[in-house]
């Protein structure tokens, strides 16, 4: 994490060969000094726990209940055991049960009572299957849902077993055909869930509905409005990201309640960039025509 910028290298130099290290590289660090290293490391994981959170749909507790569940796992306290003790030479030499960790004794470090594998958290067994239902959440088919639980956790054989849930989900695999359908998207995927959302009105017998799309997930939210001004578009914006958080980038088309005076005040407060289609670029807010297109006949069914 802390240290992935650097990109250095381990070499054995024998003791005959090595310099006499001068007075200030001896100079041992002050206690407070440590301390405040300390502090910046835990900082660091924290941190990386909010870049899990926005990667994994994870409750605000999920870097707590990780932790405990790490502290209660007989086997993750041996693996924490021999990753600050040092590996032995041999892979017969640790139990059977850290046996699979061994091809990654490099990646592992312990910080703050959390394993990790480079920057992913190592995740104990008991709370593997959540992670596993978190990932495939939203039934992103195999490529995405790996790439989902790679950004933030790992375990032995946990491509595998993500690889088993996919192939045995029908939806994933429906999701698997209609993405080949697709034509080539233009817009650039977004790195991350809630970066870029498109936004769009539609009506349903008479009420008034604001379908905002996660361009990462796919996933829609609908609101219902109390009108069609802007402030009542705003209103409903507010509320959602007072419940997931803010974007980066919202995609409109040029209604007057988006390109309104109201509107910019909005996005400038609430510091995102606001992009509109162009009349000669309609399909700019492709995705949140189609997604509205899907709402409204879910809605008509229910
Ligand atoms: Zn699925």
């Excluded at 440590?34 to 990386?48: F, Y």
């Excluded at 032995?156 to 939806?171: A, F, G, Y």
Aim: aromatic content about 8%; charged content about 25%; proline content about 5%.
């Amino acid at each position: 994490m802390r240290m992935m910028k650097f990109n250095f290298q381990v070499v054995y130099v024998p003791g005959r060969e090595l310099q006499v290290a001068d007075a200030l590289s001896r100079r041992p660090q002050s206690p407070a000094n440590v301390d405040s290293m300390v502090d910046e490391l835990i900082k660091a994981v924290e941190e990386h726990v909010e870049g899990i959170r926005d990667a994994l749909p994870a409750s605000k507790d999920g870097l707590l209940r990780i932790k405990e569940a790490t502290r209660q796992d007989l086997d993750m306290q041996e693996l924490i055991r021999v990753v600050n003790a040092g590996w032995p030479n041999r892979v017969t030499q640790v139990v059977a049960a850290i046996r699979p960790f061994w091809s990654h004794t490099d990646l592992l470090t312990v910080v703050d009572g959390l394993l990790l594998r480079g920057h992913q958290i190592v995740i104990p067994k008991s709370m593997r299957k959540e992670m596993l239902k978190l990932a495939h959440d939203g039934h992103l088919g195999i490529v995405k849902t790996k790439k989902r639980a790679r950004q933030s956790v790992w375990w032995p054989q946990m491509n595998s077993q993500l690889k088993l849930i996919v192939s045995n989900c029908t939806t994933c695999a429906r999701y698997a055909s209609e993405q080949r359908k697709e034509p080539l998207c233009s817009t650039p995927m977004p790195g991350r869930p809630w970066e870029k959302l498109g936004a769009d009105l539609f009506e349903v017998e008479k009420m008034h509905f604001l379908v905002v799309v996660d361009y990462y997930s796919r996933y829609p939210k609908v609101k219902q409005l109390t009108g069609t001004k802007s402030t009542d578009i705003v209103l409903a914006l507010k509320s959602i990201f007072s419940r997931f958080g803010i974007l980066n980038v919202l995609v409109t088309d040029n209604g007057p309640q988006f390109v309104s005076e109201d509107f910019k005040n909005f996005s400038r407060t609430y510091q995102f960039m606001h992009v509109t289609s162009s009349p000669r670029h309609p399909q700019g807010n492709g995705l949140a025509e189609k997604t509205v297109g899907t709402v409204k006949a879910l809605i008509k069914k229910a």
